[in-house]
């Protein structure tokens, strides 16, 4: 018979359960995890590696780029442009944690605006320009 290497048992005798609890066991023991696994982890966490830097360059951008005027609308399509050209410019990647819906929502929530829709440009941030 083969030795199953995760759980050290037998291959022919351990049922599908049987191997998932040795699998659970040896997780909860605290055993080291593999890279691949780590790295999944991180991509699932935004707040860990890659989320926590785009978080950073999105606040540079915030901050470099968007002012609050009383009589400016910027497009909204505009600005997320804007954001993933920066995005791509610092990271060759696009953005993986702030697409367009987060975008929008980060941006009404630090502005405390809405996005409203202009019948000639669509939807526009009022309050907000963009400076290059």
Known sequence: MMVDRMSGTQAGS???????????ATVQQGRPVSLWQQSER????????????????????VTNHI????????QCMLIWTEWV???LQHTKK????ILEEEFQEKITGLFSTAAILDEHRGRVYPGLRFVP
Do not use: K, W
């Open 14 to 24: 351990a049922s599908g359960t049987e191997r998932f609890q040795v699998i659970t």
């Open 42 to 61: 991180n991509s699932i966490d935004p707040l860990s590696g890659r989320g926590q830097e785009e978080m950073e360059l999105f606040q540079n951008f």
């Open 67 to 74: 002012v609050q005027m009383a009589n400016a609308n910027a």
């Open 85 to 87: 050209r920066f995005h």
């Open 94 to 97: 696009f953005p993986r944690f």
